[in-house]
């Protein structure tokens, strides 16, 4: 059996938009794909909606970036023989502390989600999309008998996009999280990514509070990414996690205290 889990609730297709627009899509059953109104077309791969946009070589760093990505999903592909019990649990081990400590709230998105590990962490029926660019992010999960014994939800559908942090495909203010663990050193531009995070970080509306990154008075919609360190235990154990990654923990600018961004 070949298990192919992406799927797209209602409320998460009501949220999509076209990444670079951020206007609606047009679904073109017949022809599975989706059409953005000024033309531009976005297919239906294997049941995963692809609104990919870093697909070409035009600069150095989009070539560096390409060449990256391909070696990650290659790397990854070299796992699948492996598929050792003890590394996935060890995988969830690992960061058990860390959202014990900070739990995931709300409607999550996680961007590089990968395959949703995530959900290990979440409450039962918690709202979650995953968004990575690897498309074939779930091929071969069949062959991988421990892994779906670590992480039997990888088994079950789970809410997939296809695409990239730079150009992220939600309406804006449409997530209380935005999840983005060892995340940010993969990307083209983290700079950008921070902004969509930020842009569809949403909540109760009004209210900056204190202690996070905050939206200037008068200044609501601005394009700026005020983004600060949640706290330094939060950021020293990201950093002994993840080892090599840089970042652990932090909170975005926000419209509540429950809008935080996980990097
Ligand atoms: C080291 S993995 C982390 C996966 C997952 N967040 C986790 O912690 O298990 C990095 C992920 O970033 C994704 N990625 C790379 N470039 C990206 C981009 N421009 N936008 C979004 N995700 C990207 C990769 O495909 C990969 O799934």
């Known amino acids: 059996m070949v298990l192919n889990p992406a799927r797209l609730d209602s409320w998460a297709r009501e ?9 609606p899509l047009i679904e073109d059953r017949s022809n599975n794909r ?24 035009t600069t150095p760093d989009q070539t560096r970036w390409s060449r990256g990505q391909s070696e990650y999903e290659e790397w990854s592909r070299s796992l699948i023989a492996g598929d050792h019990l003890k590394n996935y649990q060890s995988e969830i081990e690992q960061v058990r ?11 999550c998105l996680d961007v590089g989600g990968h395959q949703g590990r995530l959900r290990q962490f979440l409450s039962a029926g918690q709202p979650y999309i995953s968004c990575d660019p690897f498309i074939d992010v779930f091929a071969d999960l069949e062959k991988q008998p421990n892994l779906l014994e670590a992480f039997p939800f990888l088994a079950e559908p789970v809410n997939f996009v296809c695409c990239d942090a730079e150009f992220l495909p939600f309406q804006s203010v449409a997530f209380d999280t935005v999840h983005m663990r060892s995340v940010i050193d993969h990307l083209l531009s983290p700079e950008l990514a921070l902004n969509e995070a930020y842009r569809v970080l949403g909540g109760g509306g009004g209210a900056n509070r204190g202690s996070m990154g905050q939206r200037e008075a008068g200044n609501a919609r601005s394009p700026r990414c005020e983004v600060s360190r949640q706290g ?23 419209h509540s205290p429950h809008s935080r961004m996980r990097v």
């Open 15 to 23: 949220i999509i938009v076209d990444p670079l627009a951020k206007g």
């Open 34 to 57: 989706y059409l953005s109104p000024y033309g531009r077309q976005y297919p239906i791969t294997n049941g995963v909606l692809d609104l990919r946009l870093l697909n070409n070589h």
């Open 97 to 107: 502390e860390v959202y014990a400590d900070m739990p995931v709230v709300g409607k």
């Open 232 to 254: 330094d235990a939060g950021a020293g154990r990201g950093q002994a996690i993840r080892g090599s990654s840089c970042v652990a923990s932090y909170v975005c600018g926000t």
